[in-house]
Each structure stands twice: as C-alpha cells, then as structure tokens.
C-alpha cells in the first residue's frame, strides 16, 4: 500500500515517522528546509521514550496516485494542499484530513459550514465523499526546532467512512497497516460524534490557551481558567445536545486537561510561532452552527473578541488576569 502524508508538521511528522519505522510505504510532502532536512535526516518521533526514526521519500508534492493520503496540515490550509498535491489523489484513492475542529464533511448540505471550511468549494469538488475517510486523533505533538517530534501519548485514531452510502469495511486494509504502526485505529459507531467530542476539548481549551499562553494542565490546575474552559464547553454541549449529540461531561474535560499534563496545545503553538490560528474549523464553524439553531456562544464570542484585540499572542502573564475578566460565565462557574 502507497500512503501519501501532506504536510510534515507535528501530525505529519509523527504519522511519518510510526508508519515509515514499522515498514509501510510512505512518501511525505514538505517545504523548503524542513523538505532538505528530512530528505537528509528522515523523520524522527519520541513516542512516550520510544525513539522511531524512518528514512523515507519526501517531495514538493505528490506526484503519483497513492492508496491512500493523510491530510496533515491545518483546516483552512486543505483546500491548497488538496490541489497541489492532485497529482497524488486519484478516484480510488482513500483521503484521510486529519484535522481538528469540524470537517469540511461534517454536514455536506450546510451552506454555512461551506462558507467557513471549503470557502471556494474546492473541496467538495475534487473529493468524491465515498473516498473520504472521518479521522480523529487523539495524541499530543510537538517538534524541537530541528522538526523531531514527541508525543506524550497513546496515538489512538478513529477512522471510518463520512458518506451513509459507502462500504463501512472501506479502509479495513489502511487501518490494519496503522495497528501495525503501533498506531491504535478503530472504527466508531458514529464517526461524527466522535468529531464532536474531540471538538468538545478543542473549543474549551484551544482558544484560551492561545489567549493566556497556558498548557492543558494549567488550564485544568487554575480555577478561573477552569471556569472558562467549563462554561465553553457547556455553550458547545448545549447545542450538540439540540443536534442530538450527547457529549462528555465536565468532569471528563477535567480529567482530560490534568492527564494530558503541560502541553501547549496545537493552537498556543500556532499563537506562539505568529502562525495564522485554527479559528475556522474550531470556534466559527461550530459558532455559525450554534447560531443556526438559535443558540449563542457567549463566552467562547468573549475569548474569540479578546483574541482578536490582543496586540500580540499568547498575552503576557501579567495581562492574564484583565483578559479573564469579565467573560460571560454562567453562575454556575463563577468563583
Ligand atoms: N499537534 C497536535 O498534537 C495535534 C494536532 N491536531 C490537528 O492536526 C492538524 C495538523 O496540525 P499540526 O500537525 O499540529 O500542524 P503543523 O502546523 O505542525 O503542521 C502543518 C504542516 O502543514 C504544512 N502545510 C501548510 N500549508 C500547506 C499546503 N498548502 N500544502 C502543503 N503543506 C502545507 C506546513 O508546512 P510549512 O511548515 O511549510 O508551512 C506544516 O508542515 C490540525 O488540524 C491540528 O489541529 C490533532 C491532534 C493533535
Ligand atoms: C491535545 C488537544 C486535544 C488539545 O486541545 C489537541 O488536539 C490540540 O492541541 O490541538
């Protein structure tokens, strides 16, 4: 099987890397630097102290069909990535975005969610929904400034068709290679709620720590924080629960923020290397949404405005405070 990885950041690199060490075939796409450096070094992830190093063939990009291709980039880059790399994506095969926050798949006939995800329709266009697979990654990445990954936990990968009409065993051979890999994929019942109860952690804490500067468990150790992430969360759940999507509680969220222990999430990262933030795909995306439905996101609305005025990200420690001041928390968070 021929996999293709676009993009050679902390998912792409850590894809790169598990897959290449374990023997499958890959071909990862970079830029400039990071495209010499790897064509040079290979890949490289610590994996909880396991080191996995491949040497593998890296391109511009793609130039020939594979069998299957992640998409490894942030949301609103796909659309380019996609058709720069058509060369490599033919009708059979299978294209897996792995990215946070809703998916340009999410709810095809959304016009709404159009406009956030798949601004130009691109997307829609080039990808037949059958060769889509939905993918959830739980695993926390970052790279040195030589581009070695570490990961600090269990990759584990949901993965299962997005069109109600395509063949659930398709993909059955792609994820037996990434078991393979040490990576633990499994099919969800319903690949959608998986979505969303990734997104439930991404909404609460992604924003903030970005806005504040904070790892995962700063925001799980610091009440006010906490209270923030908490009331995010319950504008979030409030309409997942109007949609009929019944997510974690609270007490999961918290669990979640302390075990994960102090990462920066992909966004604070993104915030601190004055790259552009994930805002689409995490916060609007699934605001327009809300608001479709006649709800309001009053707090993430605060934290999103703060982010906007801010003169640079992530703020400094001693401005923290006056930036949490004053959100829209329901009483039940107020300390
Ligand atoms: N970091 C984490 O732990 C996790 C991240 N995620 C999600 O995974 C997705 C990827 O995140 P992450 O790996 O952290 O992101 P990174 O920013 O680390 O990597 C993105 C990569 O995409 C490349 N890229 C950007 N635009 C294009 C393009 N048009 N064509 C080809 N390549 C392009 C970048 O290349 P260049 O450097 O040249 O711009 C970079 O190598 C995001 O949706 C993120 O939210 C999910 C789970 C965990
Ligand atoms: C680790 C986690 C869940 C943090 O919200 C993540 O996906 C990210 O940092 O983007």
């Not at 040497?55 to 942030?74: S, T």
């Not at 990215?99 to 080039?126: H, I, K, M, Q, T």
């Not at 004055?274 to 609007?284: H, K, S």
Request: hydrophobic residues 50%.
């Amino acid at each position: 099987m021929e996999i293709g990885i676009i993009g050679a950041g902390n998912v792409g690199t850590a894809m790169a890397a598990l897959l290449g060490a374990h023997g499958a075939r890959v071909t990862v796409t970079a830029r400039g630097a990071r495209l010499a450096r790897i064509r040079a070094e290979g890949v490289h992830l610590d994996d909880r102290g396991t080191p996995h190093h491949a040497a593998i063939a890296a391109l511009p990009r793609l130039d020939a069909p594979q069998d299957a291709v992640f998409l490894c980039v942030k949301a609103q880059d796909l659309p380019e990535a996609v058709a720069a790399n058509a060369a490599g994506i033919g009708p059979g095969t299978l294209v897996v975005p792995m990215v946070n926050g809703l998916p340009f798949w999410f709810d095809p006939a959304s016009a709404e969610l159009g406009a956030v995800l798949d601004p130009g329709g691109l997307l829609r266009a080039r990808l037949d929904p059958a060769q889509v697979l939905g993918a959830v990654l739980l695993m926390t990445i970052r790279r040195d400034a030589a581009g070695r990954a570490t990961s600090t936990n269990t990759p584990t990968l949901s993965l299962a068709p997005v069109a109600g009409d395509t063949d659930p065993g398709r993909g059955a051979g792609l994820m037996a290679v990434l078991n393979a890999a040490g990576i633990r994929a499994s099919a969800p019942d319903d690949i959608r709620e998986a979505v969303l109860v990734k997104l439930l952690a991404n909404i609460a804490t992604n924003p903030l720590s970005a806005l504040t500067g904070c790892s995962l468990a700063q925001i799980g150790r610091d009440p006010g924080l906490r209270a923030a992430a908490f009331a995010v969360a319950g504008e979030f759940r409030a309409w997942a629960a109007a949609a009929g999507y019944a997510l974690p509680s609270d007490r999961w969220l918290g669990d979640l923020l302390l075990d994960a222990g102090d990462f920066p999430t992909s966004m604070l990262q993104d915030a601190r290397a004055g790259r552009v933030l994930e805002l689409g795909a995490i916060c609007r995306a699934p605001m327009g949404l809300a608001r479709g439905a006649g709800l309001a996101m009053p707090c993430l609305a605060a934290i999103l405005a703060r982010l906007e005025a801010a003169p640079a990200l992530p703020l400094p420690e001693a401005a923290r405070a006056a930036a949490l001041a004053g959100l829209p928390l329901p009483l039940a968070e107020r300390t």
